[in-house]
């Protein structure tokens, strides 16, 4: 079994910009419960208190004020100025809620684990070495801290079961050089497998496709997953694949190749329309 902890959360003084931070809740529509937060978060009880004021700016921005005569003083449109700093949780955290729904969508979509049958179960990072996996992987390191991983357990006609495929996915950005189809709301650009292995002996029957499904609960999200190869091998081997599109090649460190490939299996969801992109 594994253990997925949230973070913990630290209580802050705050101002919230509706509909530009990435929070647990997607749809802020009880603004006076927020007002009502921020006020007691600067230790006032009642909003009618003539110590305090909240209100909303034209540009969203969820504002708080110990006192009515600096509301005179600052007025909502010059709030920047004296705002309270922005509600933003670590990146950690946000990495968090952006793979939660992910792993959700893994326990809710393989819940069955009957004989003969394949599925995707949650894993964690220190797998890739306790697993085995590493020895069939170029890149012997272990995923990065916050990877959200998965493995696929297989189960034979005796009921007898198998972990016999690893994927970890990462998340990139902000900020990504040249990248700008980042979905609102969202912190990050998109997703990227970090580590891909299907064991000896099981490759050629569905392993791989299976662990390649995960990036689905990120298309959900809006975000799309990208995987990067520097092996020759790995790349002809992605370009027989129907799942994967090839992006581009790149020049690494001394002049090395590698070679970007995207997840195409599912498209991709913008989350504010409910429409999808290529």
């Known amino acids: 079994a594994v253990e997925w902890r949230q973070p913990q959360l630290e209580r802050r003084k705050v101002a919230f910009r509706v ?11 009880d603004l006076p419960g927020w007002r009502n937060n921020l006020l007691k978060s600067l230790d006032l009880e009642e909003p009618s208190s003539n110590e305090a004021a909240a ?27 004296i705002k309270l700093p922005p509600c933003v949780l670590s990146v950690v955290e946000q990495m968090f809620h952006c793979h939660a729904p992910a792993r959700d969508w893994v326990c809710c979509t393989w819940s069955s684990n009957h004989a003969g049958s394949m599925r995707l179960v949650p894993s964690s990072t220190d797998r890739f070495i306790a697993g085995g996996y590493c020895d069939q992987h170029y890149v ?9 991983c998965c493995e696929v357990e297989v189960v ?9 495929g690893f994927i ?22 998109f997703a990227e497998v970090e580590r891909l ?14 662990l390649l499904s995960l990036a689905e609960a990120y298309h959900l999200q809006g975000l799309p997953c990208r995987i ?16 994967l599109a ?14 970007v490939h995207w997840y195409v299996g599912s498209p991709v969801v913008q989350q504010a329309e409910r429409m999808t992109f290529s």
Request: charged share 20%; with cysteine; aromatic share 8%.
């Open 140 to 148: 012997k390191a272990g995923p990065s801290t916050h990877a959200n």
């Open 55 to 81: 209100g909303v700016t034209n540009s969203g921005v969820l504002w708080a004020l110990r006192s009515r005569q600096a509301e005179e003083i600052c007025a909502p449109s010059r709030v920047a100025a």
């Open 168 to 189: 970890a996915i990462g998340l990139i950005g902000p900020g990504t050089p040249g990248w700008q189809l980042r979905a609102p709301g969202q912190l990050f650009d």
């Open 228 to 243: 990067r190869t520097a092996s020759p091998r790995v790349h002809q081997l992605f370009l027989r694949s129907r799942l």
């Open 197 to 210: 292995v299907v064991l000896p002996g099981f490759q050629g029957v569905g392993v791989k496709e299976l």
């Open 246 to 259: 090839f992006g581009k090649e790149t020049k690494g460190r001394a002049g090395k190749r590698g070679f």
């Open 156 to 164: 034979d006609d005796s009921g007898r079961s198998r972990l016999v």
């Open 19 to 29: 509909g530009r931070h990435v929070f647990p809740y997607r749809d802020v529509v």
